[in-house]
C-alpha cells in the first residue's frame, strides 16, 4: 500500500525522502509526493507515477530543507492523479500531510467541513483529515493537538506524518491500523511505514502501536496515547543489511528472491532441527507446544499466497496430528461471526505481517480467547507483535509484489510446526528423523530445479501468447495449482485458475481445446495415478499439456507437450519443490510479455487497507 516516509535533522532532507521512497515503492506506486519546510518556504511537489517521475521534478526545482515529508500512493479513494498525490495541505499552504490508510468516516467529516467553508481539490479521505486537523489548529494553535483533536473524530485506519510552518522544529506522527515506524539518528530522526526506508540510516528504531501519537524533534521525540497521556517507547536494533534490499545483479526482485530460495530456506530452519530426537525446536513457540498439540482444533488464516500456504498447512497438520484443521480466509473470517473457543488454535501467516484483513481477524480470534500464532517474515511487523507466539520465517526481505520466497519458507515453517506437535502426539522418533533427513536435503534439491531456469524460459516462450490457463493438482499440490495461477494472472495479466484435478470433470472440463493450456502438478504421490487419468482427459480434447513430474517419472513425458522434472521428497514437502518451476514459469511468461514483473498493474506488496 502507501509508503510513507519524513526526516527531521541538519541534512538536506530532499534526498533522503527520495532514496525513501525509492524504496517503499514496492508497497505502492500510482503517485508520488514530498512536502517540505524551511527557513523561506513550505513547497509540496507531487506527481502521477513513479517516484523517478518525482525525483526529476524535485531536481528541476534545486530545493533544500531539514524538514520534509514523502509518500508514495496506491489509489483507494479517487483515482491516481497529481490532484489526489499526497502530501495533502491546509488552504493557506502551511501544513502539509500524509497518509496511509482509509479513513472509513471521510464523507461526514467532509460534510461538516464543507459548511464550515472549506473547500476541497481532491477527491481524497487524507484531504478531509488535513482539513479537520486545520480547523482545531486554528482552535488550539498547536499542531500536537490539533493533530490529536482531529484523530479523536477519525474512524478508520491510518499512519500518518504532519508538518507546519510554524512548528518547523517537529514532525507529528500517529498510528492506527497502519505501520510507522520512528528512526532514531543522531541529530536527526526519521520515519517511515517500513524500516526498509531507514535501514540506510539507522538500525535503531521505534515501533509505533495503534492509539499512539508522537512528535519527533531533530535530536528527541515524544510518545504519548492519543487521550495525551505520556508513554515511554522502548528502541530495538533491526538486524538487515542495505545489501539485502538491492536486486544483487538479478534483473528483477522477483528473480533474485526465486533464486534466493535454497539460502531462505536454510534460513527458516536453521538452529530449529534437532536430529538425534527426530523434533524441531521453536523458540517462538516455547512454553506453547502442550497447548497447540492439546487443542480440540487449529484455524489457520491468511490472504493470497498465504492462504494458499495455510491450505498446504492444513494437510500436513491433519496428516500428522490428527488435529482438525479449518484454514479461513482473514477476510471472511472477521465479518462471519466465527464460533472459536479457547481451545481452539489460531494460527494467522502474513509475508509483511501488515496485512489489514489478516490482523483484524487476529484480533477478532485473540478477543474470544483462542491461542493466536503469527508466522511472520517482517520482524516486528503488527501481526507479529499482536499475537500471543509464533515462528519468523526468516525468508529475508521480499520486494517483488509476488510473493515467491516467502512461500516456500511459510511452508517449510508450517512443516517445523507439524513435526513439533506430531512428535507430542503419534509420531515416533524414527519417523521424526526422517522428516528432519528430508528437510535437509531440501536445498539442494531447490538448487537442481533452479539449474533449469533457461529451459523453464524456454518453455515459457510457447504459452506467452495464450489468454488462459488452468492449473490442476490434487492433494498437496491442489494448493500448488492455486498458487501457480495466481503467480501467472499478477504478474503476466493472463487469466489463469487453479483447481483440484478431479474437479475438472464437474465443469472446467468443457473450457478444454486446443487453445487452453493445462498445467498438471502431477509427481509421485498417492494420487498419482488418479491425476495421469486426468491428464488422459486433457489430452483426449486436445488440450495442451505442461507437466511438473519427478525426476523417475518417464511416462507422463510421453503424453504431454512439456514436462518439468522435480527431484522426489516426502509428500509434505513436495509442494515447497512443485512450486518453483511454477514461479519461474510465471516470471518467463510476464518479462517476455514485456511486463514490470516486481510492480505487477493495480497490485501492491502489502495491503494495509479492507
Ligand atoms: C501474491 C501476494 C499476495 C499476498 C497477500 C497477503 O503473490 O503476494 O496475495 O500473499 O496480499 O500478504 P501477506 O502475506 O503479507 O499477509
Known amino acids: 500500500m502507501c509508503g510513507i516516509v519524513g526526516y527531521i535533522g541538519e541534512k538536506n532532507s530532499v534526498p533522503v525522502l527520495i532514496e525513501g521512497l525509492k524504496r517503499l515503492e514496492y508497497r505502492g506506486y500510482d503517485s508520488a509526493g514530498i512536502g517540505i519546510i524551511n527557513t523561506t518556504e513550505c513547497k509540496v511537489i507531487k506527481t502521477k507515477g513513479k517516484v523517478a517521475e518525482l525525483e526529476k521534478l524535485v531536481q528541476s526545482e534545486n530545493i533544500k530543507s531539514n524538514l520534509g515529508i514523502g509518500h508514495t500512493r496506491w489509489a483507494t479513494h479517487g483515482e491516481p492523479s497529481m490532484k489526489n498525490a499526497h502530501p495533502h495541505m491546509n488552504e493557506d499552504k502551511t501544513m502539509f500531510l500524509i497518509h496511509n490508510g482509509i479513513i472509513e468516516n471521510y464523507v461526514s467529516l467532509k460534510k461538516g467541513l464543507l459548511e464550515e467553508g472549506y473547500k476541497f481539490v481532491s477527491e481524497t479521505d487524507t484531504e478531509v483529515l488535513a482539513h479537520l486537523i486545520d480547523h482545531y489548529l486554528k482552535i488550539k494553535n498547536n499542531l500536537f493537538q490539533a493533530v490529536r483533536y482531529a484523530l479523536n473524530e477519525v474512524e478508520g485506519t491510518y499512519g500518518i506524518a504532519v508538518i507546519y510552518k510554524n512548528e518547523p522544529d517537529k514532525i507529528v506522527v500517529a498510528k492506527k491500523g497502519s505501520p510507522l515506524v520512528i528512526g532514531i539518528g543522531k541529530n536527526e530522526n526519521f520515519i517511515a511505514s517500513d524500516v526498509n526506508a531507514l535501514i540506510a540510516h539507522t538500525s535503531q528504531v521505534v515501533y509505533m502501536e495503534d492509539g499512539e501519537i508522537a512528535e519527533i524533534f531533530k535530536d528527541h521525540f515524544q510518545a504519548k496515547t492519543i487521550a495525551d497521556e505520556n508513554i515511554i517507547k522502548e528502541i530495538h536494533e533491526v538486524d538487515l543489511s542495505i545489501d539485502e534490499l538491492s536486486k544483487g545483479g538479478y534483473p528483477h526482485y522477483m528473480l533474485k528472491e526465486i533464486m534466493e530460495q535454497p539460502d531462505s530456506l536454510f534460513n527458516s530452519m536453521r538452529g530449529r532441527l534437532v536430529l ?3 523434533i524441531s525446536k521453536l523458540g517462538g513457540l516455547q512454553g506453547f507446544e502442550e497447548r497447540i498439540a492439546n487443542s480440540d482444533r487449529i484455524i489457520i488464516s491468511a490472504c493470497g499466497t498465504s492462504w494458499h500456504a495455510a491450505l498446504v498447512g492444513e ?6 496430528t490428527g488435529i482438525p484443521v479449518e484454514v479461513e480466509y482473514a477476510s471472511e473470517f472477521r465479518y462471519r461471526h466465527p464460533i472459536i473457543t479457547p481451545n481452539d488454535t489460531v494460527i494467522f501467516i502474513s509475508q509483511s505481517g501488515e496485512t489489514a484483513d489478516t490482523l483484524a481477524a487476529l484480533k477478532e480470534a485473540k478477543k474470544k480467547g483462542a491461542l493466536c500464532l503469527g508466522i511472520c517474515n517482517v520482524v516486528g511487523s503488527s501481526i507479529a507483535r499482536e499475537s500471543e507466539a509464533g515462528v519468523y520465517i526468516h525468508a529475508g526481505p521480499e520486494i517483488g509484489v509476488a510473493s515467491t520466497k516467502a512461500f516456500t519458507s511459510q511452508l517449510l515453517v508450517l512443516s517445523l510446526i507439524t513435526l513439533l506437535i506430531a512428535r507430542r502426539k503419534s509420531l515416533n522418533q524414527p519417523e521424526g528423523q526422517e522428516i528432519i533427513e528430508e528437510l535437509q536435503k531440501l536445498t539442494h534439491k531447490v538448487e537442481l530445479i533452479l539449474k533449469q531456469n533457461e529451459l523453464i524460459e524456454k518453455i515459457a516462450a510457447q504459452y506467452v501468447e495464450c489468454r488462459n ?23 503476466s495479466y493472463i487469466h489463469a485458475e487453479g483447481y483440484p484435478a478431479a474437479e475438472m470433470k464437474h465443469g472446467p472440463i468443457a473450457l478444454i481445446d486446443d487453445d487452453m493450456p493445462v498445467v498438471f502438478i502431477a509427481t509421485k504421490d498417492s494420487v498419482y495415478e488418479k491425476v495421469v487419468n486426468n491428464i488422459e482427459e486433457v489430452k483426449a480434447r486436445k488440450g495442451r499439456i505442461l507437466a511438473i513430474v519427478n525426476e523417475d517419472d518417464n511416462e507422463i513425458e510421453k503424453l504431454v507437450d512439456h514436462v518439468i522434472k522435480v527431484p522426489k521428497t516426502i509428500n509434505m514437502l513436495q509442494p515447497i519443490l512443485s512450486v518453483i518451476p511454477l514461479q519461474l514459469l510465471a516470471y518467463h511468461i510476464a518479462v517476455k510479455k514485456g511486463l514490470n514483473v ?13
Open 276 to 278: 538425534k530426537e527426530g
Open 315 to 320: 494437510y500436513m497438520l491433519e496428516q500428522y
Open 598 to 610: 516486481d510492480q505487477p498493474r493495480n497490485l501492491a506488496k502489502s495491503v494495509t487497507v479492507e
Open 469 to 491: 490457463f488452468l492449473y490442476l493438482g490434487r492433494g498437496y499440490h491442489f494448493p500448488v495449482a492455486l498458487e501457480g495461477a495466481l503467480k501467472l494472472k499478477e504478474i
